[in-house]
């Protein structure tokens, strides 16, 4: 533990130069609608880069940030970089649109496709009281239309400040945000906090969903999760859903969304610009 300690402590610094260095990096992966109709839509995931350029993966890094209390300015990063991309989309779609030589009702209707973020937002954020000011200050500098945004927060940070995080989502609700429970499933008392927490979408635990074809009671917790979420008006996501078979079985049990690299893999940021909608607009 000790050791542990130590090694995680290493990691405070690093992550201060990245932060003053730019050396985060945003990914995303998409969420893709089961039954059609359904909002298309990417989660973004951080990475850092070190300084032989090597990519780091936030399992590595994450648990120092969050222990050295570094989350917070991280959690700020990622928040302003997407308000940043996605007013300089915007600039580039004008731009696109003022063109004659460009067909005006196509760029209309692609840019009708392009969904909307989902951002995660650690314990340390969702309990810092100037959270809510923070990102509504971001929406307003870059003219973000919040309906863009969907927010998430784990099922063991929510239940773990709960207060916090029902004033949050009320609030940024009221703008147009969305909200996503992630890891739904993870706490044996998950269902009597729904009702405290009125968020759109519940993430079901990967871990219920990756073995999901051969082990029976996993498939009757996430087919229990899926129906709780319906009846309280939630929409459910499946992590983790890595193969065709797992996809069959959730598309069967009538999970609305699905994530994993059987309907998308993870790319960078600045490659949502290969979209239908960038290429009609360029």
């Known amino acids: 533990m000790v050791a542990k300690?130590?090694?995680?402590?290493?990691?405070?610094?690093?992550?201060t130069e990245a932060l003053q260095s730019q050396r985060f990096?945003?990914?995303?992966?998409?969420?893709?609608?089961?039954?059609?109709?359904?909002?298309?839509h990417v989660e973004v995931l951080i990475r850092m880069i070190n300084d032989k350029g090597d990519l780091i993966f936030p399992g590595t890094f994450l648990p120092a940030a969050e222990r050295f209390d570094v989350m917070l300015s991280i959690d700020r990063w990622v928040i302003q970089t997407v308000c940043d991309w996605l007013r300089n989309t915007r600039t580039k779609y004008d731009h696109a649109y003022r063109n004659p030589q460009i067909?005006?009702?196509?760029?209309?209707?692609?840019?009708?496709?392009?969904?909307f973020y989902s951002i995660n937002l650690s314990g340390a954020t969702l309990n810092d009281p100037a959270t809510g000011d923070f990102i509504l200050d971001m929406?307003?500098?870059?003219?973000?239309?919040?309906?863009?945004?969907?927010?998430?927060i784990t099922e063991t940070v929510a239940i773990s400040n709960l207060d916090a995080a029902s004033v949050l989502i009320r609030r940024m609700k009221k703008l147009g945000c969305r909200f996503a429970l992630d890891d739904f499933g993870s706490g044996f008392s998950s269902f009597a906090y729904l009702k405290m927490l009125p968020v759109d979408y519940l993430k079901i635990?990967?871990?219920?969903?990756?073995d999901i074809t051969a082990n029976g009671v996993n498939h009757a917790l996430v087919r229990a999760i899926n129906d709780v979420g319906h009846v309280m008006g939630m929409e459910t996501i499946a992590e983790f859903v890595e193969n065709d078979a797992i996809?069959?079985?959730?598309?069967?049990?009538?999970?609305?969304?699905?994530?994993?690299?059987?309907?998308?893999?993870?790319?960078?940021?600045l490659d949502v610009s290969s979209s239908p909608a960038w290429k009609t607009a360029t």
């Open 5 to 15: 300690r130590h090694g995680e402590t290493m990691w405070v610094p690093l992550l």
């Open 205 to 210: 635990d990967g871990m219920f969903v990756r």
């Open 139 to 152: 929406f307003e500098r870059n003219a973000v239309d919040p309906g863009l945004i969907c927010f998430e």
């Open 25 to 40: 990096v945003l990914y995303t992966q998409p969420i893709v609608s089961l039954h059609g109709g359904g909002a298309e």
């Open 103 to 115: 067909d005006r009702v196509r760029i209309a209707k692609s840019v009708s496709q392009v969904g």
């Open 247 to 269: 996809l069959d079985v959730i598309r069967d049990l009538g999970v609305d969304y699905a994530q994993g690299h059987a309907v998308g893999s993870v790319k960078p940021l």
